[in-house]
């Protein structure tokens, strides 16, 4: 048995009845990293030594019955998430030596649960991307193919568990970066409800949107890591008190008469055939189960993309001004007035499409700009959630395509914006009204993985969960491995 292709639920069971120590998995995956992180390139920085101390205590808490959910589990952490002590680089230069004072809340409850952490893993630059070819430092590559991309922003978390580099992973979601990659690298992937999970600690991109989610290669591990991040933090003023379900326990329930909302709008022109014949038959194994299909309507779903692209842009600008050389980051050593430093730094520390976007940003928040474009994104926002009601009126859950297309070359879209923003034309709309949604591997296209995306109502991740376990459980798609050779010592 190969340890890294252990799932989280499996290990948790095998480390309890003690056949298998932390140690011993945890160096089972450190060494998987060593072997074909090489090819992957899905880390940004290791915690290697930090990890088999951990794996030690972790060893030490499970002999005298004591540890949390996941006490032993090796995990990645996305690096646009704060880690005490461990540099945090979102994947620019401008934080290429940045080291966090502080965890952020979701480490914390991984902490309090007895995860170990194993890893940053790589991310297009701010999050801000859908290749992970975006970032400052190298491009992350598919474990299925790896002259493709594993998708972004968060490629580097869907392809370490894809290749069996961590049983787990955290990510970040804005318009799709949990859910893309993850129907690229097929694993499941998950975007909670806005408000679900603590955002503190977590890099501000577009803060109306972001989210953090977990990427597992189950719907059950999926579910087991959900129970440890949520819930209420009184550092985040946007997260809410809502009761935390048992997740593990909600997806075992029957489906039978569940009612699942087709969109018709997400079954368009732009969409490869093979992508959309995969799909509707996964949709016709949700019927098979007994759910009940129907065909809905999401009208406002064709102004996703440009609605979202002057608010995150938008809420980027704001966000990013923080980043000037003074209080912390990448300073321009050669500067003579402040104005020269702000701009030095910027210039130096920023890539390419974070520029794009905060220039995109600061253009839609002008003077005399404002409410003809950020200020009418937000009523479409409006409109668009109002569809999203309409339909929960009547239907359970939506499913639809997680992505237009398979995973593209590396290097097919990067002179090509707006193709590249297509990638995310199916996501963003759940990023847009606030639902939970994920994507659950449902078929390959010569070799590569196909997503079926489930989106809930607000704050019932239960039923998104268990429509997708309920098929999850149906097919063979999740038990697939990459054909990923390791690398001869």
């Known amino acids: 048995m190969n340890l890294h292709d252990l799932t989280v639920s499996e290990a948790v069971r095998l480390l309890r009845e003690r056949s298998l120590s932390s140690v011993e998995l945890t160096g089972a995956l450190l060494q998987r990293i060593e072997s074909v992180d ?102 992350t590559h598919n474990p299925w193919d790896l002259g493709r991309v594993p998708g972004g922003s968060s490629g580097g978390s869907a392809s370490a568990v894809a290749a069996g580099e961590a049983l787990a992973a955290l990510g970040s979601d804005t318009g799709g970066s949990v859910r893309q990659p993850a129907a690229f690298c097929g694993v499941v992937g998950l975007k909670p409800t806005y408000g679900r999970v603590s955002r503190y600690g977590l890099v501000a991109f577009a803060s109306s949107l972001d989210q953090i989610g977990p990427f597992t290669r189950t719907v059950e591990d999926t579910a087991l890591i959900l129970q440890c991040i949520s819930g209420q933090d009184p550092d985040d003023s946007t997260s809410i008190g809502v009761p935390v379900p048992d997740y593990v326990a909600e997806i075992r329930k029957d489906v039978k008469g569940l009612r699942v909302g087709i969109p018709k709008e997400y079954f368009v022109e732009g969409i490869e055939p093979g992508v959309e014949k995969t799909v509707r038959e996964a949709i016709g194994q949700l019927q098979d189960l007994g759910m009940v299909l129907e065909e809905v309507s999401l009208p406002h779903t ?9 608010i995150a ?43 794009r976007r905060i220039m995109l940003g600061t253009y839609a928040l002008s003077s005399g700009y404002y409410d003809a474009y950020y200020l009418k994104a937000q009523k479409v926002r409006t409109l668009m959630k109002q569809d999203f009601d309409a339909v929960f009126e009547r239907c359970d859950v939506i499913a639809a395509p997680a992505t237009p297309t398979v995973p593209f070359r590396i290097g097919e879209r990067v002179a090509d914006p707006i193709q590249m923003y297509l ?48 098929y999850e459980q149906s097919t063979d798609w999740h038990k697939r491995r990459p054909p990923l050779g390791e690398v001869a010592d």
């Open 38 to 139: 090489t090819q992957v390139k899905a880390f940004l920085t290791l915690m290697a030594d930090e990890a088999l101390l951990q794996a030690e205590l972790a060893d030490e808490a499970l002999a005298s019955g004591e540890g949390g959910l996941l006490t032993g589990i090796p995990v990645a952490i996305k690096d646009v998430i704060s880690i005490k002590g461990t540099r945090t680089t979102c994947g620019s230069r401008i934080l290429e030596n940045y080291i966090p004072p502080f965890d952020a809340t979701v480490v914390c409850r991984l902490r309090e649960a007895g995860a170990i952490f194993v890893g940053k893993t790589n991310t297009d630059e701010f999050a801000m991307g859908s290749s992970t070819e975006n970032s400052a430092y190298f491009t």
């Open 423 to 470: 990638s995310d034309m199916f996501t963003i709309p759940a990023n847009m009204a606030g639902l939970p949604a994920l994507s659950v591997p449902c078929g390959f296209i010569d070799g590569l993985p196909i997503g079926l995306q489930v989106i809930g109502k607000a704050f019932d991740e239960s039923t998104a969960l268990r429509v997708a376990y309920a």
């Open 302 to 310: 064709k102004y996703a993309l440009p609605t979202y692209y002057l």
């Open 313 to 355: 842009p938008a809420e980027a600008s704001s966000n990013l001004a923080r980043y000037d050389g003074v209080k912390y980051g990448l300073s321009a050593p050669d500067a003579t007035t402040l104005w020269e430093s702000y701009m030095r730094t910027r210039e130096r520390g920023f890539g390419p499409e974070v520029k």
